[in-house]
């Protein structure tokens, strides 16, 4: 509760207002899938000739700070390639080449609470070896919760490198402990051609813009 007093020609009227105030901050370090000016300052070499961020655990594994890159490789994309969904940067979880993971872990949760997840996902829409008109496939996962992996699954349709049509999608979980390790995880294309396989693969789900908070209706502590 806060108490305003105002003082006007001597007389004291006083407004009690009860306000409350519901933190809603992303539980996410780095959600935006960003990359910092003073990264590129400390390793030149992060980008390549073509402004790209190739990425895999074994090079370039810090490029997203707050995230582990796992599986084959991930590109991690700035808009002057194509338009991410906010920010400057985005991801593409198949990347050069091969099936590629991010992952955090998110600690401080309450167990039994229920959170919700909300990320932009688009297809890339590259014709690479004639990729351009295969479904690219999302799986989402999150530890110590009671979510089932969930897929996700995309063409790119009409989207173009500057016009990537972002879509909105979310998953809810509730979790069983106090942390739990969300991973966004490529899996293979659906519809290429014969000759690709999950190691010459290079266009797949797009990412970026991920914010995970209490859902909707969850009792928060009042500032």
């Given at each position: ?16 207002f ?9 539980l996410l ?16 070499i ?9 990425a ?14 796992g599986?084959?490789?991930i ?6 390639y ?71 699954s995309?063409?790119?349709g ?24 969300l ?26 813009s991920?914010?995970l908070?209490?859902s ?8």
């Amino acid at each position: 509760m806060r108490k305003i007093f105002l003082v006007m020609g001597g007389v004291v009227l006083c407004a009690f207002f009860v306000v409350l105030k519901f933190a809603h901050a992303n539980l996410l370090i780095n959600g935006d899938l960003e990359v910092t000016s003073g990264q590129l300052l400390v390793d030149p070499i992060l980008l390549s000739s073509d402004n790209l961020i190739y990425a895999l655990f074994t090079v370039h594994s810090d490029a997203l700070i707050g995230w582990t890159i796992g599986g084959a490789s991930i590109d991690v994309i700035p808009t002057s390639y194509w338009t991410s969904a906010t920010g400057s940067y985005s991801v593409d979880l198949i990347g050069t080449p091969g099936l590629g993971s991010i992952s955090q872990t998110v600690t401080g949760l309450t167990s039994g609470t229920a959170y919700t997840l909300t990320f932009a996902f688009a297809a890339n829409p590259e014709n690479y070896d004639l990729e351009a008109g295969s479904t690219k496939i999302l799986q989402v996962s999150v530890s110590n919760s009671d979510l089932s992996p969930t897929t996700f699954s995309a063409t790119a349709g009409s989207a173009t490198d500057l016009n990537m049509n972002w879509i909105s999608e979310s998953v809810n979980f509730t979790a069983s402990a106090t942390s739990v390790t969300l991973t966004m995880e490529a899996l293979m294309s659906t519809g290429l051609p014969g000759t690709f396989t999950v190691a010459n693969t290079y266009c797949g789900p797009a990412i970026d813009s991920l914010d995970l908070e209490p859902s909707a209706g969850n009792p928060q502590t009042p500032e």
